[in-house]
């Protein structure tokens, strides 16, 4: 498959397409800086779930300046408790199929990824960080509080001391610091992260798909287990991979010399 624009029908904030085996989505509202509005996400649920056969990655970018300027204000209009809690239901549910969707999903990170973006952004499985990437979580100022599922993903990489500090301070990360704290584990030039997000989407794509599946649905859930019962879904995970054939073939290609090896990057 080459090249393709997705036929998936989505707002004009988003835009998808498809290079071979990736599906890319843009979000692409950067005169907003990428706000997300609920048109928005909606969106974004709808592209996780409408994933085709044949894709085996998502690259996840933003147009213009910025990766996302988190929650559109403009929408943060009267809401009593209810359709607040509604609301950020609505985030849950489409964060939740990028994170335990079909594909694992790459992020690609430049200028502020703040507020709700780095809500979606911690949904992803890899993050790669232009240099001129910047974190915050402005809530704090704003009166509210993180409704993507931030409370729950953003401390698992970073501890809950630093988002406590990011949301009571208002304080701002680099793409340097969120590099060493663990928000990245890709940190390249300003410019270089769709390449570098696309090299690495492509070479998840041709993993075996039962692999990523372990990884993105197993592991996960795992680290939450105690460990006697963590130990027990590693060992049927692992034999459920061992058995399937993708993975015979590709033991048996290693073995005949055929595989690739491990090579320092
Ligand atoms: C927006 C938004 C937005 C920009 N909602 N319209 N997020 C924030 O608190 C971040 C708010 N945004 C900013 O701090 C800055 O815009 C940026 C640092 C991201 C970028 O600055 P800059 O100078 O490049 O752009 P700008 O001039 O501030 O904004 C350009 C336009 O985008 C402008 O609109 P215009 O009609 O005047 O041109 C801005 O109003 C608009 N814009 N950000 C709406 N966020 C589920 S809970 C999640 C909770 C949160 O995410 S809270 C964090 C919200």
Same mark, same amino acid.
């Given at each position: 498959m080459a090249d393709a624009r997705l036929l998936i029908d989505l707002p004009a904030s988003l835009r998808a397409e498809q290079r071979d085996k990736v599906a890319i989505l843009w979000i692409a509202r950067p005169q907003k800086r990428n706000a997300l509005d609920d048109e928005s996400v909606i969106g974004i649920e709808k592209f996780f779930t409408s994933?085709?056969?044949?894709?085996?990655a998502v690259l996840l970018a933003g147009e213009g300046d910025h990766f996302s300027a988190g929650?559109?204000?403009? %929408?943060? %209009? %009267?809401?009593?408790i209810q359709e607040g809690i509604a609301h950020s239901e609505l985030w849950h549910r489409a964060f939740h199929q990028i994170q335990f969707g079909k594909v694992p999903v790459v992020a690609v990170l430049h200028g502020a990824v703040v507020g709700g973006g780095l809500e979606i952004a911690a949904a992803a499985h890899v993050r790669v960080a232009e240099r001129s990437t910047y974190y915050a979580l402005p809530e704090g100022s704003r009166g509210i509080y993180v409704g993507g599922g931030g409370s729950v993903r953003i401390p698992r990489l970073i501890g809950v001391a630093r988002m406590m500090d990011m949301m009571l301070t208002g304080r701002t990360y680099s793409a340097e610091e969120g590099q060493a704290m663990g928000i990245s584990t890709y940190l390249v030039d300003n410019g270089k992260g769709f390449a570098k997000g696309m090299e690495l989407a492509a070479q998840i794509a041709d993993n075996a798909p039962l692999t990523n599946f372990a990884v993105m649905h197993a592991l996960p859930r795992i680290a939450e287990m105690d460990p006697q019962a963590g130990h027990t879904v590693e060992a049927l995970m692992c034999s459920i991979a061992q058995a399937d054939g993708e993975a015979k073939a590709r033991l048996k290609a290693f073995l005949e010399k055929r595989g690739p090896k491990v090579t320092r990057t």
């Open positions: 994933i085709p056969d044949g894709i085996g929650l559109d204000l403009n %929408e943060l %209009e %009267e809401r009593n």
